[in-house]
T-cell receptor, first 113, second 115 residues
Framework: QKEVEQDPGPLSVPEGAIVSLNCTYS??????FMWYRQYSRKGPELLMY????GNKEDGRFTAQVDKSSKYISLFIRDSQPSDSATYLC?????????????FGGGTRVLVKP | IAGITQAPTSQILAAGRRMTLRCTQD?????MYWYRQDLGLGLRLIHY???????GKGEVPDGYSVSRANTDDFPLTLASAVPSQTSVYFC??????????????FGPGTRLTVL
């Protein structure tokens, strides 16, 4: 079983809808939780990161972490065709773990105009 | 500022051949990483380097080697390529975590096909 599980999709939504993405994980040592966005044939780019449990909002994007359930989510409000991409969750432990990330498999999202 | 450059963009390689993927960053980051990305498996760490002169093994290091002679360059070598090494390879860099997390910046990737 993989340490981080993510539904591969594809997830197809109409423009303006809310996109809901999530990952589950098994390693309770994970402390930092990231969401990366990857456009086709491009490298991933960081969208948001969250430390420990709680919510974080940045514009149309909201990240949620529930460490008790080992479950993280990303919500995209008022989705746009430009949000069509693959979204990867990533996680790491505390400072002693260095900067090595463990990634989920990615969810492909398609926002239709 | 270019950020991270990778070369070549894509390559088709015969099995058994030696290949070096190049990665250069101009952000003066201490740490650099090599990942491979395969469908459904996300990004998996091959090797990393926290500073020039040091390297470490990631999750899938077998069949790959790296060197870090200076801050900017971090080449990945496949000594004798096999078809299972067909993948998209991403190089990344970050400052070393002064606190507890520093963003990793990714290059555009190299698409490698081993026949």
């Amino acid at each position: 079983q993989k340490e981080v599980e993510q539904d591969p999709g594809p997830l197809s939504v109409p423009e303006g809808a809310i996109v809901s993405l999530n990952c589950t994980y098994s390693n309770s040592a994970f402390q930092y939780f990231m969401w990366y966005r990857q456009y086709s044939r491009k490298g991933p780019e960081l969208l948001m990161y969250t430390y420990s449990s709680g919510n974080k909002e940045d514009g149309r994007f909201t990240a949620q972490v529930d460490k008790s359930s080992k479950y993280i989510s990303l919500f995209i409000r008022d989705s746009q065709p430009s949000d069509s991409a693959t979204y990867l969750c990533a996680m790491k432990g505390d400072k002693a773990a260095g900067n090595k990330l463990t990634f989920g498999g990615g969810t492909r999202v398609l926002v239709k105009p | 500022i270019a950020g991270i450059t990778q070369a070549p963009t894509s390559q088709i390689l015969a099995a058994g051949r030696r290949m070096t993927l190049r990665c250069t960053q101009d952000m003066r980051h201490n740490a650099m990483y090599w990942y491979r990305q395969d469908l459904g498996l996300g990004l998996r760490l091959i090797h990393y380097s926290n500073t020039a002169g040091t390297t470490g093994k990631g999750e899938v290091p077998d069949g790959y080697s790296v060197s870090r002679a200076n801050t900017d360059d971090f080449p990945l070598t496949l000594a004798s390529a096999v078809p299972s090494q067909t993948s998209v390879y991403f190089c990344a860099s970050s400052a070393l975590p002064r606190y507890s997390y520093n963003e990793q910046f990714f290059g555009p990737g190299t698409r490698l096909t081993v026949l």
